[in-house]
């Protein structure tokens, strides 16, 4: 019964001021918060001062959006740089939390909140789950792995500023997530859209009935989907599947989500400028082009960005969208503007895979990423090409080399991987140079 | 007493024996002995050739990744038993066989045994002083 109640009622806004604001006082407003944002880094981040010295750029002189086209972009390279907290522009004293982005090369990048942060972080999630359809009647489910990702933190908050009782599950054990689902009637899913998929395919399995559950709606992050994906979970789960995007690095999840529409994910622009550059020249593009979205936070304390480049590909749409909401919405994105792979919700970067091989025998064999989608769940095989150095003329020796790389590798990328050997020239080189991903699923 | 084998990775899929094979023979080198291990993915495979520096030359300038092993050939009674007879000396030696292949043509009335041992000299000294007979090089190459 519910369930029609809802979707046949106006849709609510969280917050109506904020999210149908006419867009003149939008633009004066981010201009007053982006000189905000620019002295207080000018200010406090030495990594700032120096951008800004190089380019002779003065925070004050900022009289107009934009003159942001003028500023240096900031990189996941300058986070690494100063790592852990050298980009934060508060005493840690301040910071009352600390984040960390998901398995990358090397060092982890680092990012606090201060409780002012914390709580339009709250606010933000809130807005896009309302968008989607989430009340304080709804009962969610929250399948993303609680710890240093920013996602189940994002939206257990989100959940509880709504006042729908959160389910802090967390990641793994289908049957149980399922056992829960059922008896605690969770009516919001919150999770990456594979796992939604997987979850599908274990009732099936596990031959459940839809009718026993009470599910209604999905938030689905954390990793690319597809239009395919998002119908083949709505009629599988019978649910209304939303996309929401955030990183870590700008603040989590809660910078854009799609409201019933399911027409593009409204960004949360009173407090993200958000830009589209060309992601080989670094040219601002003009409006409705495809290119790399790149983000300015206008109202983070503890770790503010300026031209943060996300590296995901995607296209805005400007135009007063149905729902009332007059923020922009940005597409699902279409890739990335790096190698950076996201397999099971998991950054995964070629890189890392060459430091393990390069650990285990010393050599740097050729080797390809090999990624597929079966059953719904992401695959990774890496194929090796043997050289002198890692092969054996002893199966067992050469079954060690195997086995250790996987495990190594498991634990350097926090996801398995299939190691396959083949041989030399096995993988087509384009120019001379091998591609390192050969990206099979169809997303 | 060390008889030089090469071996070579072979993804499993069709042909790729035959591939090997008939890049050695267009060159002129003849295969003496062989042995295949084989998983789903791959396989190595071992042989004793008559010219084993020349095999290897023309194994590499095709891309294949080949090694070169020392193992030991042993003349093995043609009669029941006596392959235990030696494997048991090696026994209780404590000389680790880490895998072994026949020879497919015969020294004298005796068959030839191929092993790849962890510690070949060892291995080498073991059999002697147990009257073991253990082949020269050449004379495995050139049987």
């Given at each position: 019964m519910l369930k029609h109640k809802q979707t046949e009622a106006m849709p609510a806004i969280w917050d109506f001021a904020a999210e149908t604001l006419d867009r003149d006082a939008l633009r004066t407003l981010q201009l007053q918060r982006l000189q905000q944002t620019l002295q207080a880094t000018a200010q406090k981040v030495p990594c700032y001062q120096a951008k800004y010295a190089a380019c002779g750029f003065e925070p004050g002189d900022v009289q107009s959006l934009d003159q942001l086209a003028d500023l240096p972009f900031t990189t996941k390279e300058d986070l690494r740089q100063n790592y852990p907290y050298g980009m934060f522009a508060?005493?840690?004293?301040?910071?009352?939390?600390?984040?960390?982005?998901?398995?990358?090369?090397?060092?982890?990048?680092?990012?606090?909140?201060?409780?002012?942060?914390?709580?339009?972080?709250?606010?933000?999630?809130?807005?896009?789950?309302?968008?989607?359809?989430?009340?304080?009647?709804?009962?969610?489910?929250?399948?993303?792995?609680?710890?240093?990702?920013?996602?189940?933190?994002?939206?257990?908050?989100?959940?509880?500023?709504?006042?729908?009782?959160?389910?802090?599950?967390?990641?793994?054990?289908?049957?149980?997530?399922?056992?829960?689902?059922?008896?605690?009637?969770?009516?919001?899913?919150?999770?990456?859209?594979?796992?939604?998929?997987?979850?599908?395919?274990?009732?099936?399995?596990?031959?459940?009935?839809?009718?026993?559950?009470?599910?209604?709606?999905?938030?689905?992050?954390?990793?690319?989907?597809?239009?395919?994906?998002?119908?083949?979970?709505?009629?599988?789960?019978?649910?209304?599947?939303?996309?929401?995007?955030?990183?870590?690095?700008?603040?989590?999840?809660?910078?854009?989500?799609?409201?019933?529409?399911?027409?593009?994910?409204?960004?949360?622009?009173?407090?993200?400028?958000?830009?589209?550059?060309?992601?080989?020249?670094?040219?601002?593009?003009?409006?409705?082009?495809?290119?790399?979205?790149?983000?300015?936070?206008?109202?983070?304390?503890?770790?503010?960005?300026?031209?943060?480049?996300?590296?995901?590909?995607?296209?805005?749409?400007?135009?007063?969208?149905?729902?009332?909401?007059?923020?922009?919405?940005?597409?699902?994105?279409?890739?990335?503007?790096?190698?950076?792979?996201?397999?099971?919700?998991?950054?995964?970067?070629?890189?890392?895979?060459?430091?393990?091989?390069?650990q285990i025998e010393g050599c740097q064999p050729h080797y390809q990423l090999v990624i597929d989608r079966i059953n719904n769940m992401d695959r990774l095989e890496i194929q090796v090409e043997v050289n002198e150095h890692i092969f054996f003329d002893e199966m067992k020796e050469q079954r060690r080399f195997v086995n250790e790389a996987e495990h190594k590798l498991a634990s350097v990328l926090g996801i398995s991987a299939n190691i396959k050997l083949i041989e030399p020239s096995g993988i087509i080189r384009h120019e001379g140079k091998a591609s390192r991903v050969l990206d099979r699923r169809k997303l | 007493m060390k008889v030089e084998q090469i071996s070579i990775f072979i993804e499993n899929k069709s042909g790729r024996l035959a591939e090997v094979t008939g890049i050695l023979g267009k060159s002129g080198v003849n295969i003496r002995a062989l042995s295949l291990a084989d998983t789903s993915d791959f396989g190595i495979l071992r042989l004793i050739v008559d010219a084993p520096a020349k095999a290897l030359e023309i194994l590499r300038s095709h891309s294949f990744t080949v090694n070169k092993t020392e193992v030991v050939g042993v003349e093995v009674n043609d009669r029941p038993g006596g392959l235990a007879e030696i494997l048991s000396i090696l026994d209780k030696n404590s000389v680790n066989v880490e895998y072994m292949y026949a020879f497919v043509e015969r020294s004298g009335g005796n068959a030839v045994i191929i092993f790849r041992f962890d510690n070949v000299d060892e291995a080498i000294h073991v059999l002697v002083r147990n009257g073991i007979k253990v082949l020269e090089g050449e004379k495995i190459s050139g049987i």
């Open positions: 508060v005493p840690m004293r301040d910071v009352v939390r600390i984040h960390s982005s998901s398995g990358t090369t090397g060092k982890p990048t680092v990012v606090g909140y201060t409780r002012d942060d914390l709580h339009i972080w709250t606010q933000l999630v809130a807005r896009f789950m309302t968008a989607a359809g989430v009340t304080a009647d709804d009962i969610v489910h929250i399948a993303f792995g609680y710890g240093l990702f920013t996602g189940a933190f994002g939206l257990h908050y989100g959940t509880e500023a709504i006042g729908a009782s959160v389910i802090p599950m967390s990641g793994g054990n289908t049957d149980k997530q399922l056992m829960i689902m059922q008896d605690y009637r969770s009516s919001a899913l919150v999770c990456t859209p594979s796992y939604a998929l997987t979850i599908a395919d274990r009732m099936e399995q596990n031959g459940l009935n839809l009718k026993d559950f009470s599910l209604r709606v999905g938030l689905f992050g954390a990793e690319p989907w597809s239009e395919q994906m998002r119908r083949e979970i709505e009629s599988r789960l019978g649910i209304i599947a939303t996309d929401n995007y955030g990183l870590s690095e700008v603040m989590g999840p809660g910078v854009a989500g799609e409201c019933q529409c399911r027409r593009g994910m409204h960004i949360a622009e009173d407090h993200f400028l958000a830009e589209i550059i060309d992601p080989d020249t670094g040219k601002v593009l003009p409006e409705g082009e495809v290119g790399e979205l790149v983000i300015t936070s206008l109202s983070k304390q503890a770790f503010p960005v300026v031209r943060y480049r996300t590296r995901d590909i995607t296209r805005l749409n400007y135009q007063k969208c149905d729902c009332g909401r007059t923020l922009a919405r940005m597409e699902k994105t279409r890739g990335r503007s790096d190698d950076m792979l996201i397999i099971k919700g998991v950054n995964v970067f070629p890189t890392q895979i060459e430091e393990v091989l390069f | -």
